[in-house]
């Protein structure tokens, strides 16, 4: 598989997780890839959807390889390399396999629930206009 294809490839595939994660989520609460966030008074990105959500990222560092089999059909796979199959098979196919890293953040909003009673500040409240 040469560069191209690999970037495109990688690129397709962070992009349909993220839309079957945001499809598959939705009914939960958690938001995946909000968009208009908002940068808070100490740096911290929230979301503002009845009362102020966090946004956290989630950092992925991952080893893929890209499983160049000669035989065939000739394409190339892309795998993590967590994900590879060991097998002692044997086929008429000789194979490279190249390994590269992928760094890439998700912003996500965490389902929330209502703070307790017990934790929710004593005293007059103040009302912000």
Known sequence: MD???FIKNTISSISEAIIESQTELKDKGIIVNPEKMEIGKTGEKLLRSNGWRYV??????????VDDKQGTDGKGELKVVGLFSIGGGINDENSTTNHNRIKFTVPVAFSTSPTPDEYKP???SISVL
Do not use: R, S
């Not at 956290?56 to 390889?65: A, E, R, S």
């Open 3 to 5: 560069l191209k294809e």
């Open 56 to 65: 956290q990222n989630l950092d992925f560092d991952i080893l893929v390889g």
């Open 122 to 124: 004593k005293g007059p």
